[in-house]
Structures are given as C-alpha cells and as structure tokens.
C-alpha cells in the first residue's frame, strides 16, 4: 500500500527545511507503516515548555530552526496514533532511505531512537546504518548502557545533520 501524507501533515511542514520535506515525502511513499507529521518548526516558548516537561533534553533544538521533525505512526483503520515502538523501525528505515535519496552524500539524517551507536557519537547519520532500525535503537541504548548512562528514546524524531 501506498502512503501519502494529509493535509495537517503538510501544514505541519511548512518552514521546515526544504531538504526534510523531502525526505518525508519520499518516506511516506516508501514506508511499510503510515505516519503522520506531529511537529515541525516549534517556537521557544513551546520548546522551553517540552524541556520543563522532560519530552525534551534542550534549548538548542533543531525544531527552532526549521531542521527537525516529528512523525507519529498512524493507524488508518482505527485513526488514531500509535506509538508502540516496533511500529517505528519500519518509519526510521523509511526515512533513511529518503534522506540517502534525497542528501546523496550532503549532509545527514539523525534519528532519535539511534542518537549515537559504538564507534559514533551524537549526531549518528542513520543513512549509515545497514538494515532493522530497531537494531540501530538496540545499539544506541547498548552504548548508553556501556557508558553508564540512560538513553533518550525520542523514535519519531528525525533532524538534519550539517
């Protein structure tokens, strides 16, 4: 089946880095799970609100500057969002491919459920990594472990690397 993203996905795009709507708009044709955009460009105040919350770690989110999105599995039968994190792997692999389409050798794709994976630290390029996504979530909370620190499972999150 072929996915396409609506209208309030789109709208949610807009002021987003014209290289991220790319790459979402390859994925959602390519992806084996339909998703919906839940969040492009945020202000400070919303971003100050999500770090007092803990949804997020930082002030210096790329959602200020247009680079970064969030996409949310969607289950058309039902319609609603899911976010059991299998549903998730198939939406990373999707987007990597996207963003290996779209950035050629530019650039890169962070993804937030693999920040970093041994060998490669914060910010790992996911178009790098070579088959299951969830194995790549696996191995980023494998290194935070290995370090003695807590991972920060943020799996729809997506950002441009520079």
Request: with cysteine.
């Amino acid at each position: 089946m072929t996915y396409k993203l609506g209208k309030t996905s789109l709208a949610r795009l807009e002021g987003v880095d014209e290289r991220m709507v790319a790459i979402v708009k390859y994925a959602i044709a390519i992806s084996t799970q339909d998703f919906s955009v839940i969040e492009g460009v945020r202000t400070r105040e919303r971003q100050a609100k999500l770090v007092k919350s803990g949804a997020s770690r930082t002030m210096k989110s790329k959602h200020l500057n247009g680079m970064a999105v969030d996409v949310a599995a969607y289950d058309g039968d039902i319609g609603t969002i899911r976010w059991e994190e299998a549903l998730y792997g198939p939406i990373a692999e999707a987007m990597a491919e996207g963003a290996r389409a779209v950035l050629g050798v530019d650039g890169g794709l962070c993804w937030g459920g693999g920040w970093a994976v041994e060998g490669h630290e914060y910010p790992y390029d996911c178009r790098h990594w070579d088959g299951d996504m969830l194995k790549c979530n696996k191995a980023y909370h494998d290194l935070r472990r290995s370090q003695g620190r807590q991972g920060f499972n943020d799996m729809p999150h997506f950002e441009l690397i520079d």
